[in-house]
């Protein structure tokens, strides 16, 4: 499972949220991905758990995700992030037989600005 996010900032702001304050900054990398919109399943916050966007995420999101890999359905699927819920994360999954689709850049460096982290 590949789990990227619409935009660099949101990629940002998931990455913070986890972020431990001894993490290197300097080891990230961005890439971005496109993919055809039919290899794309669709999931809004009314058909999630009432609790989705709690911390930890509850065991449901996972089942959700775990289906999801199991049955095939698609090689990409779109839910909202649960640290900002208007925005977008996508999930890709690595061992779907469209997977070869989703092309993928080449990395470049990722430099967060200090300031964003926890003093």
């Known amino acids: ?34 993919f055809a919109e039919s290899m794309v399943r669709y999931v809004d916050a009314g058909q999630l758990p009432s609790d989705w966007r709690a911390y930890p995420a509850p065991a449901s999101l996972k089942v959700l995700g775990d289906e999801w890999i199991e049955n095939g359905v698609s090689a990409v699927l779109c839910v909202p992030s649960a640290v900002i819920e208007v925005e977008r994360n996508y999930l890709l999954n690595v061992r779907h037989r469209d997977f070869h689709r989703v092309a993928i850049s080449r990395p470049q460096r990722f430099e967060l600005d200090l300031r964003l982290l926890p003093q």
């Open 1 to 34: 499972m590949i789990y990227t996010s619409e935009s660099a900032a949101l990629a940002a702001l998931e990455l913070l949220v986890h972020l431990g304050r001894s993490r290197s900054l300097s080891e990230y990398v961005i890439f971005s991905c496109t």
